[in-house]
C-alpha cells in the first residue's frame, strides 16, 4: 500500500557529513590549495604574494559555494612548526650508498634545508617492501615533519593523495602530473632526450631503437616521449619498432637480436637510465656479445648518468641529471608549501594562476654530455 505523505512536510535534503576542505575549494576554483590558503587566511602582518583580485574572488565564490568554514583546531595545528622535513624513498633501500643514483638528490636535500634552517628526518618506507605498500597508511608517519619530500619511480598513490586532501605539505622529486594536487620538481627527459636523438642524426644516422624498461614511470614516458619527438623532428621513422620495452633487458637484449636490428640498418642505439641501469647494462652486454664495435658498428647513448660501478668505462654520450640542483628546488618549493606560500623564488612578480602554476610544477634543464660512443654511422653494405 502507498504511504500518504503528511500535509505541510517536504523531503529533508542531503545532509554533508564531512566538512568541505581546502582542496574541493582549490579544485572548485581552479586553483591550487596554497593559493586557497593565502586568500582565505592571510598573514596578519600583511606580507607574502600577491593574489589578483579576479582569483581571489574566484577562491571566495568556491569557498562559500561549498559553504567551507575553517577550522580553528587546524588552524592551531597548523600554526604550531617544528622546522622539520620529511625525506621519504620509494627504493629497495633507502639510498644512502654515495654509489646510488639517488645519493646526489639527497646531497642537495641537506644542503638546502641547512640553507633554510630546516633539520630533515628520513623516513625508512623501503623496509617495508620498496613502496610502503605492505604496510595500511604507511605514511602516516610522515606527519611527524611539517611536510615532506618524497622520491622514487612508483607511489601509492592513494596515500599520498590522502595527504594532500588533508591539507599536509608535499613534494615529489620527479614528475608527477597524474597525482592530482601533489607538487613536484622534476628533470626536462623531454627536451635533453630531443636534443641526444638531434645530434645522433646530425652524426648521419637514420635508425635509431630506444632501450628501456617496461613501466609506466613518469621519468621512463618523458624519455619515450622526448625520443619520438626528436625522431619526428629529423625526418625519421618514429613506430612502434622504433622502441625496445622489456621487464628485464639484461635478459631480453640478447645478441642474436641485436645482430637482426643492425642487419635491418640500425646504427644507433639510445638507452635510459633508471636507478638499476637494467637497459644500459643489456645494451653493453648484448653489443659486446654480438661482436659489435663502438662507435666503429654502432653508437650508443645513454639519457642519464651510468651507474657509479661501471666508472672504469668511457662516459657515453648523452645528457647528465642535475641531481644536487633537483634536491635543492625541491626543498625550496617544500620550504614554500610549509610556510604558506606556495613559492619562495620570484615572490611578487606575476599574480594568479599563471604565478601558481610556476611554483607547483618545475622542469630543471640537463646539459647534453659529448662522449666516445657516438660517431658516424658505418658504410651501408652493399
Avoid at 99 to 126: N, R, W
Avoid at 255 to 275: C, K, N, S
Avoid at 341 to 350: I, L, Q, S, W
Wanted: aromatic share 6%.
Amino acid at each position: 500500500m502507498e504511504r500518504r505523505k503528511r500535509p505541510g512536510r517536504t523531503p529533508a535534503p542531503a545532509v554533508r557529513t564531512a566538512r568541505p576542505r581546502q582542496a574541493e575549494v582549490a579544485r572548485l576554483a581552479g586553483v591550487s590549495q596554497a593559493t586557497v590558503s593565502l586568500v582565505l587566511s592571510p598573514k596578519p602582518d600583511g606580507k607574502g604574494r600577491i593574489i589578483s583580485e579576479e582569483t581571489r574572488q574566484r577562491v571566495l565564490e568556491a569557498a562559500r559555494s561549498l559553504g567551507y568554514v575553517p577550522d580553528p583546531a587546524a588552524r592551531r595545528l597548523a600554526a604550531v612548526r617544528n622546522n622539520l622535513l620529511g625525506v621519504f624513498s620509494f627504493t629497495a633501500t633507502f639510498p644512502t650508498d654515495v654509489q646510488h643514483s639517488y645519493y646526489p638528490f639527497l646531497v642537495g636535500v641537506e644542503c638546502e634545508a641547512a640553507a633554510l634552517g630546516y633539520d630533515l628526518v628520513l623516513f625508512t618506507g623501503s623496509s617495508t617492501g620498496g613502496a610502503g605498500a605492505a604496510v595500511p597508511d604507511a605514511l602516516s608517519r610522515v606527519r611527524l615533519a611539517d611536510g615532506c619530500l618524497f622520491m622514487g619511480r612508483h607511489t601509492p598513490r592513494a596515500e599520498l593523495k590522502r595527504l594532500v586532501e588533508d591539507g599536509f605539505p608535499v613534494v615529489h622529486l620527479g614528475r608527477r602530473e597524474a597525482l592530482e594536487g601533489v607538487a613536484w620538481v622534476g628533470a626536462d627527459y623531454v627536451a635533453a632526450t630531443r636534443e641526444v636523438v638531434g645530434h645522433l642524426a646530425e652524426l648521419g644516422h637514420r635508425r635509431i631503437v630506444l632501450v628501456r624498461e617496461d613501466d609506466d614511470a613518469p621519468a621512463s614516458a618523458d624519455r619515450q616521449r622526448g625520443f619520438l619527438e626528436g625522431l619526428e623532428a629529423v625526418g625519421l621513422p618514429a613506430g612502434p619498432a622504433t622502441v625496445f620495452r622489456s621487464a628485464d633487458p639484461q635478459r631480453d637484449l640478447t645478441p642474436e637480436r641485436l645482430r637482426v636490428w643492425t642487419d635491418d640498418g640500425v646504427t644507433a642505439f639510445v638507452a635510459e637510465e633508471t636507478d638499476t641501469g637494467a637497459a644500459w647494462r643489456g645494451l653493453l652486454s648484448a653489443v659486446r656479445a654480438a661482436g659489435l664495435e663502438c662507435p666503429a658498428d654502432v653508437s650508443l647513448a645513454l639519457l642519464g648518468s651510468p651507474p657509479a660501478d661501471l666508472a672504469s668505462e668511457p662516459v657515453p654520450t648523452g645528457f647528465d641529471i642535475p641531481r644536487p640542483q633537483l634536491g635543492a628546488a625541491a626543498v625550496r618549493l617544500l620550504a614554500a608549501l610549509v610556510a604558506g606560500a606556495g613559492k619562495d623564488e620570484g615572490e611578487g612578480e606575476g599574480e594568479g594562476e599563471g604565478a601558481d602554476d610556476d611554483a607547483r610544477e618545475t622542469l630543471v634543464s640537463c646539459a647534453f654530455r659529448p662522449g666516445p660512443t657516438t660517431g658516424p654511422p658505418p658504410p651501408a653494405r652493399p
